[in-house]
């Protein structure tokens, strides 16, 4: 019976004694009050009553949203700003020691350097500037925070709200911007199109200029093959004449016609040329005995 209640009162030291801390987390660990150590993810051993849990620490990457902080710029503009912390505790008992509470420590600590960086940039540089705005506050807060064991790795502006005079103003500049790119674009567009049409007309004034230029070409070329087709008819035909001509020349000396026969075609020439429309012809004497010979010569037939 005393070996049972003695295994039960060694069972339950040793379930006090015993601690397992989970991933991620990281406990700080006193002894009579003194710091003793940091308990990282795993099972450990503690003596009850002497050994304390002074702080659970969670080791990931954590976010603190602060409220929105009235800022002033350097032209007199006041401002609402919200900011966004993102940051990692890396040293346990730094976190536990180093600052009664430490978010709210670094909540003031960024308010404080939003109001400093923003008072130093007018109202439109602090609209158009927020990437050199987070890199100011990240440099700034995170070398304030390591004494207390934190490591600041992102900062960032969630809004900001100018008052609403300069919101209402804000608008009607933009649109007024918006209604001159607006107006420029329609001009450029309308420039574009003349241009376009212009260039359209030009192209097709060239293009019917060249046209008829060929055309005309065309044209005077095939004049010029009718002109020399004809031509060439022509002398053609007046070359089969001449050749006709010199081949009955040549037919009537191999023939040897006598002076009757001469006399006889140059009748036959007389009256081809009697045949037109001349009211007067002139004789020659030669062709007188010829008529008489001729006349005698149809008597005789008849």
Not at 68 to 93: A, C, G, H, L, R
Not at 141 to 155: E, M
Not at 273 to 290: H, M, N, R, Y
């Amino acid at each position: 019976m005393l070996i049972l209640i003695l295994a039960v009162l060694i069972i339950i030291l040793v379930f006090l004694c015993l601690n397992i801390v989970p991933q991620t987390y990281a406990y700080v660990i006193e002894r009579l009050g003194k710091y003793r150590t940091v308990w990282f993810a795993g099972p450990h051993l503690k003596i009850p009553f002497i050994d304390s849990v002074r702080r659970r620490v969670l080791l990931k990457e954590q976010v603190a949203d602060f409220a929105p902080q009235p800022v002033i710029t350097k032209d007199n503009v006041t401002m609402q700003i919200d900011s966004v912390v993102y940051f990692k505790i890396t040293e346990p008992k730094l976190y536990a020691y180093g600052v009664e509470n430490p978010i709210m420590a670094m909540e003031n600590l960024t308010a404080t350097t939003l109001r400093n960086i923003i008072g130093d940039m007018e109202l439109d540089e602090t609209l158009t500037s927020r990437e050199a705005i987070n890199s100011k506050m990240l440099s700034t807060i995170d070398a304030a925070t390591d004494p207390w064991g934190i490591k600041v790795t992102r900062v960032e502006l969630k809004n900001i709200q100018p008052p609403t005079a300069i919101r209402e103003a804000m608008e009607k500049q933009m649109k007024a911007e918006r209604e001159k790119r607006a107006a420029i674009l329609t001009a450029e567009g309308e420039k574009q199109s003349m241009i376009l049409e212009a260039e359209g007309k030009k192209e097709s004034a060239v293009l019917n200029a060249e046209a008829e230029k060929q055309a005309t070409i065309l044209a005077a070329e095939a004049m010029k093959e009718k002109e020399i087709r004809e031509a060439e008819g022509q002398a053609e035909a007046i070359r089969q004449i001449q050749l006709a001509t010199a081949d009955g020349i040549r037919m009537i000396r191999e023939a040897g016609p006598d002076d009757a026969v001469l006399k006889l075609k140059a009748y036959e020439a007389f009256v081809k040329a009697a045949d037109g429309q001349a009211t007067k012809i002139i004789v020659p004497t030669e062709l007188a005995s010829i008529t008489g010979t001729i006349k005698g010569i149809a008597e005789a037939v008849k």
